[in-house]
């Protein structure tokens, strides 16, 4: 058992079992041991890659996208461009980069950063030290939300706690971390149904309830929608929504049990993307997608980019950036092409985003 396993084992001892939602928030944010709180864990020696860390790509179309975004919202003289989560500070890096293309979007913008852990923190002040921005650090999204804002998420709201629900015959329990005869870590139900779930399903499903997630993209929505700007949510998750169990843990580019290392390993929930819309709906923005990534970037002008920079590259740099653009883009259910999914929230007032107005495209491929 590490640390924090002894840790909760005490906690569990003492309170009995935790839900997990609580399980995944001591995990992911123990000021000692939490996964983001003492490490770095982005990189191919890491446990695990992110978009932005695969080509610079990503982050220039994402910084092309709020541009545009700036530019239909009339270009007001100031506009916080916002990032929820932002790792390593790459994505932010590439956005302010790619931003320069726009006259007068660049001297608009002040850069806000909403990240919890220290240790990241010092990574992002590092990479952005030469971006030419100072950036702010706030640690709710509150806090990041003021004026006109134009806010970007990738990989953001998987890292959120939820909470389960198991169906039996009498209704909803809820799914909780508990102990097993020998003292360790095991998962249990609690011995109630929760009388305010009434949905039929068979016994057996699994029921998430995402209600961090949830409100995080409620009060970028509602900000939007009243001060105006859009928000972005880029992860990986259904389209639609459905029953089954997303928790998962990753350790050096693979799988591991949940429970085995908490705050050791990440751990991630796949992102109901209906749901998420319709959280945005609720608080008043308008929803655009969720579309896949791979028709997002595309749609974003890929392609062209990856042309464009590939005629000014060696021969290797040529192959690493063409390599880098087909794992973002890549199909089957494991590629992130079209595990990724792209869900915009937005000033009703706004026209149609640009990555969304899919049916205006000729047919690809
Ligand atoms: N967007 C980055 C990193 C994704 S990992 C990328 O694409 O590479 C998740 C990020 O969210 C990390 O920076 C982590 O520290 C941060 N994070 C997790 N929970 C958070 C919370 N509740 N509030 C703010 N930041 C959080």
Redesign the pocket.
Known sequence: MNALAQKLAELIRQDGPISISRYMALC??HPGHGY?MKQDP?GADGDFT????ISQIFGELVGLWAATVWQAMGAPAAIRLV??????G??MQDMLRAARALPGFREALSAHL????PV?RERQKATLAASGVEPRWH??IEQALEGPAIIV????LD??PLDQFIRTPEGWHERLVGLDSEGGLAFGLAAEADASLSIAAPAGSVLEQPA?ALEAVALVASHVATVGGAGLFIDYGPARSGFGDTLQALKRHAFVDVLAEPGDADLTVHVDFARMALAGLAAGAAAHGAVTQRDFLLALGLQERLEALSRRATPAQAEALASGVERLIETGPTGMGELFKVLAVADPKLPLLPGFDLHRLPEQG
């Open positions: 992911l944010g983001y982005f992110t978009a932005p860390e990032e929820l989560g932002p790792g390593r790459t994505l909403v990240e919890t852990s990241l640690d709710r998420a990738n990989e953001f890292a959120l961090a």
